[in-house]
Every structure is written in structure tokens, then in C-alpha cells.
């Protein structure tokens, strides 16, 4: 079992800042890819930005050159640095972590999801 928390959200001005961290806590298994979804209200769960172990990375296009993500392999931690902050951003932002079991098996654990608003 994979245990993913996040933290960070919350309310910020337009063209505002917000640092985003997300920590897989396992047992037995290795974490691969972690990342970031968003869903807004009404709208589908869409990808964010992810990385890969090897540090590999995937941005939406809506979101590239304003969020970076970075993890710490040691931690199991994935963060996200928001800026330049849209009101279009405004959405629940959901971690994941994909793992690795002992018997190569591979699940996707989900955090429980953090409020990013952007609003005056």
C-alpha cells in the first residue's frame, strides 16, 4: 500500500505564486512516475505536469514556462511551483504516484487532493 499526501494549496491573487509538495509514503514498493492532475468544477481531471524517475518531465501546454516540477527520489516527494497564477488555474489538484510492487505489479495511488483558487 502507497500512502500520497499533498499539501500547499490555497488562495492567491492572480500572477501570485503557490508551492505544491506531494509525498508517497511505501512499503515494499518503488515509486516510479509522480505528477499532477487538476480538475475544475464541471471539467474533467486533467494532467498537469508529471516526472518521471529520471527526472524526465511533462507539461501541459497551458502551463508551460509558469509551473516546474521537481521531485527528491529519496523523499518520494514530488513538488509543483505555480506562478504567474491565472484564474484559469483555479481547481482541485490531485497527486499521483505509480508503484511498483515487489512482484513487478504496477498500481497508481492518488493523494486526496488540494484547493488552488485565483481570484482578487
Known amino acids: 500500500q502507497v500512502h500520497v499526501v499533498e499539501s500547499g494549496g490555497g488562495l492567491v491573487q492572480p500572477g501570485g505564486s503557490l508551492r505544491l509538495s506531494c509525498a508517497a509514503s511505501?512499503?515494499?514498493?518503488?515509486?516510479?512516475?509522480m505528477g499532477w492532475y487538476r480538475q475544475a468544477p464541471g471539467k474533467q481531471r486533467d494532467l498537469v505536469a508529471d516526472i518521471r524517475r529520471d527526472e524526465r518531465t511533462r507539461y501541459a501546454d497551458s502551463v508551460k514556462g509558469r509551473f516546474t516540477i521537481s521531485r527528491d527520489n529519496a523523499k518520494n516527494t514530488v513538488y509543483l511551483q505555480l506562478n504567474s497564477l491565472k484564474p484559469e488555474d483555479t481547481a482541485v489538484y490531485y497527486c499521483y504516484a505509480d508503484a511498483i510492487a515487489p512482484d513487478s505489479t504496477m498500481y497508481t495511488y492518488w493523494g486526496q487532493g488540494t484547493q488552488v483558487t485565483v481570484s482578487p
Open positions: 511505501e512499503k515494499f514498493f518503488s515509486i516510479n512516475a
